[in-house]
């Protein structure tokens, strides 16, 4: 039935709110074309950039013209539970619906989405199914939930609720939403002293968006490089057609020292962006394809001499750690054969593509169209380049140390290598994050930005 309903997406204000008049003049529009309409969606922390429609303009309008107002809160309704974000919700007492998902912001794991409606004989009357094989004698006195939504059979969530309602209390759920409220206000703060940044929206809840003060193209390379890097995940979203990057707190154990890295990474990865741009302008694929099948072509032919550098158990440990991006996810047995196999390193390039492809359909289901494969490509065929080399130089420095030429250096070396906890002796890493206070600013050496293998 929904899908034969027509369906007007409205205009939204330099806020990103839907507007009592702009409602008006779509329901007015609406009739002068022999429609009728009925049906309101508003949304309280819209998925994009965390807006609020008016409900306080909308809902008067939804009354007087006899529509049914429903509203969306699937994020932003946890909050709720706190006063002082209660007057983002002014206007409620018109609406007819409301939804909100605890699994999204109130610490119940997926799936828990609950619905209230102010009049449930209006809602049931269209989706009441009463087969004689379903009919029993309490139909009077139990709420039969297989006449409230399209599904007969559903399960069973509210113990869930009830538990972690117990189990925090609305003291504690409230002490968390604000906690996330106030490190997302703080990453905002972080951002808005970075010229190179804008926040875009306005900073609520926990979401916070930006880009970079630079084109399309160098915020979805800047999106692409963060999230491959598996340090950080973002989403993005499309605003008036502007790709944007969103940053949200969502883990129960935030801390401000977690913002911090964040953005020191966010930022460090931006610097490069930047450069990258500067020196290096983003080529079209064909272009990239010959580009690597060159290098491909040119490996083969030198055959292992360049892994024979690489490889070299005499090199010495300062050239070893000199070269950028040491920390590195731990080698595939597929890259650990020193010379170059052409059958295996085309079952190699195989096996990465598709992991490629895989991470970036993942990454893609999230929002199609804030993706360009242009960009995607451009990085995967960097990160492919710079993976070998990196996995190569990993294997050096296991040799050199099975061997005992580096063993007086081993113990700090693996810890800075393999677990990149204690990063003291690597060149420029200042001090061991675990050192680091909330006002400090957190220094991560531009070694541990690198992209790492792909999902
Ligand atoms: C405002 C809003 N409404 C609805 C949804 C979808 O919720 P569900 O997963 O319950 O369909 C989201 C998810 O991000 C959302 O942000």
Redesign the pocket.
């Given at each position: 039935m929904i899908a034969m309903v027509k369906l007007k997406i409205l205009e939204t204000d330099s806020k990103y709110r839907l507007r009592g008049e702009t409602l008006q003049a779509a329901i007015q529009e609406d009739r002068n074309l022999g429609l009728i309409p009925f049906f309101v969606s508003a949304?309280l922390?819209?998925?994009s950039v965390c807006s609020f429609d008016l409900l306080s303009e909308i809902g008067p309008v939804c009354t007087e013209n006899d529509l049914w107002l429903h509203v969306?809160a699937?994020?932003a309704g946890s909050a709720m539970i706190c006063p002082e974000f209660r007057y983002l919700m002014c206007g409620i007492e018109h609406a007819m619906s409301f939804n909100t998902?605890p699994n999204k912001w109130m610490l119940i794991n997926f799936d828990c989405?609950t619905m209230w409606v102010k009049d449930r004989f209006k809602l049931t009357q269209a989706l009441v199914v009463d087969p004689l094989y379903l009919q029993h004698s309490w139909t009077d006195k139990a709420i039969d939930y297989r006449h409230w939504g399209i599904p007969l059979s559903r399960r069973f969530r509210s113990l869930k609720l009830w538990f972690v309602i117990r189990m925090y209390g609305i003291e504690g759920l409230q002490k968390y939403i604000r906690e996330h409220v106030r490190l997302a206000k703080r990453f905002e703060a972080l951002l808005r002293a970075d010229d190179r940044f804008e926040i875009i929206g306005e900073v609520v809840m926990g979401l916070v968006c930006f880009r970079l003060k630079a084109s399309e193209e160098a915020n979805q390379m800047l999106l692409t490089k963060l999230n491959a890097s598996g340090r950080i995940h973002m989403v993005p979203a499309s605003l008036n057609d502007r790709f944007v990057i969103r940053f949200c707190v969502c883990n129960e154990r935030a801390i401000d020292r977690d913002i911090l890295i964040a953005y020191e990474i966010i930022k460090q990865t931006a610097s490069i962006i930047l450069q990258e741009i500067l020196t290096e302008p983003i080529t079209e694929n064909y272009e990239l394809e010959q580009m690597e099948e060159q290098d491909y072509i040119n490996g083969v032919k030198e055959g292992s001499a360049d892994s024979q550098t690489l490889f070299n158990r005499d090199a010495s440990f300062d050239s070893l750690i000199s070269l950028p991006n040491l920390i590195t996810p731990p080698m595939t047995a597929a890259v650990m054969q020193p010379a170059v196999d052409p059958m295996a390193s085309l079952d190699r390039r195989r096996g990465q593509s598709l992991a490629e492809k895989r991470s970036f359909l993942v990454r893609m289901v999230s929002d199609p169209k804030c993706y360009n494969p242009k960009i995607v490509r451009h990085l995967s065929m960097r990160t492919h380049k710079q993976m070998s080399q990196e996995m190569a130089r990993d294997l050096a420095i296991r040799q050199a140390i099975e061997h005992g030429s580096l063993r007086s250096r081993t113990a700090r070396c693996n810890t800075n290598i393999f677990s990149g906890n204690r990063a003291s002796s690597i060149e420029g890493v200042r001090r061991s994050l675990e050192e680091i206070d909330d006002e400090d600013e957190v220094y991560i050496p531009e070694q541990q930005i690198g992209i790492q293998e792909p999902m």
């Open positions: 949304t922390g819209t998925t969306d699937a994020y998902n989405s």
